[in-house]
């Protein structure tokens, strides 16, 4: 499954991929993993994929953090702002 979808995604969206990332309510340790999935040692950006400030630019959105009650209007918001065909991680 996982090679299957690593295909779909590279099929429609091609060696790039630009994400918006959403705290939803989390604890910030997922925002620190996305953070240092960013920096030298790792750098995503070496494999197309980047975070991207706004959602109109964005292929897909990455939610960190349960959705609480008062994000969930601002992350409905978001996800009608980034364009199709569009990702949900």
Not at 18 to 25: D, E, I, T, Y
Not at 74 to 80: A, G, R, S, V
């Amino acid at each position: 499954m996982y090679f299957f979808v690593r295909k779909e995604i590279h099929r429609v969206f091609g060696r790039s991929l630009k994400l918006r990332q959403v705290s939803a309510g989390g604890d910030n340790s997922c925002e620190w993993e996305l953070g240092a999935a960013n920096n030298v040692q790792f750098d995503m950006s070496r494999f197309g994929i980047e975070f991207v400030a706004s959602p109109r630019h964005a292929d897909g959105i990455v939610i960190t953090g349960p959705i609480t009650e008062n994000m969930a209007e601002p992350l409905q918001i978001c996800y009608d702002a980034v364009p199709e065909p569009k990702l949900l991680f």
